[in-house]
């Protein structure tokens, strides 16, 4: 595998969690992160790929539609080691179908480990630089 295959697979697996967002394919989420994961969103932390997706699903399950659109990915390879960072930039729009939407404005900084399925982040810290709109289309918990 070239340096190349290892950014692309990087990346492929970045996308494959935005389209798991998305889709509100849970399961898809150990396509993208090892099983001893260790994750920071600011306001909350998560250890495992099952207490991320309880997380997430918190925040996702009370809106309507999402897009998370990862871009200006930069990578470092390391063998079988690499550092990631992506600028996202994500829209939430409320459950009722009204014009209610949140935006946020973030960056993901992952370190990853190959392993025989392929590329896992096994930690991440999720940096948000801005945010616009109303949070409450995230649901009553937030």
Do not use: K
Not at 78 to 90: K, Q
Not at 98 to 123: I, K, L, N
């Amino acid at each position: 595998m070239t340096a190349a295959d290892d950014r692309f697979a990087i990346i492929a697996a970045l996308d494959r969690y935005a389209e798991c967002l998305d889709r509100r394919e849970w399961d898809g989420l150990g396509d993208v992160f090892c099983d001893d994961l260790e994750a920071d969103y600011q306001l909350w932390q998560a250890e495992s790929i099952p207490d991320l997706c309880e997380r997430i699903r918190s925040m996702l399950g009370g809106c309507g539609p999402t897009q998370h659109l990862l871009g200006n990915y930069r990578i470092e390879l390391d063998g079988d080691r690499a550092a990631s960072r992506c600028y996202a930039r994500v829209m939430h729009f409320a459950a009722d179908g009204s014009d209610r939407s949140f935006e946020v404005w973030m960056e993901y900084a992952d370190a990853w480990r190959r392993t025989p399925a392929g590329w896992r982040s096994h930690s991440r810290r999720a940096t948000v630089s801005m945010q616009r709109g109303d949070p409450s289309v995230l649901g009553p918990e937030q």
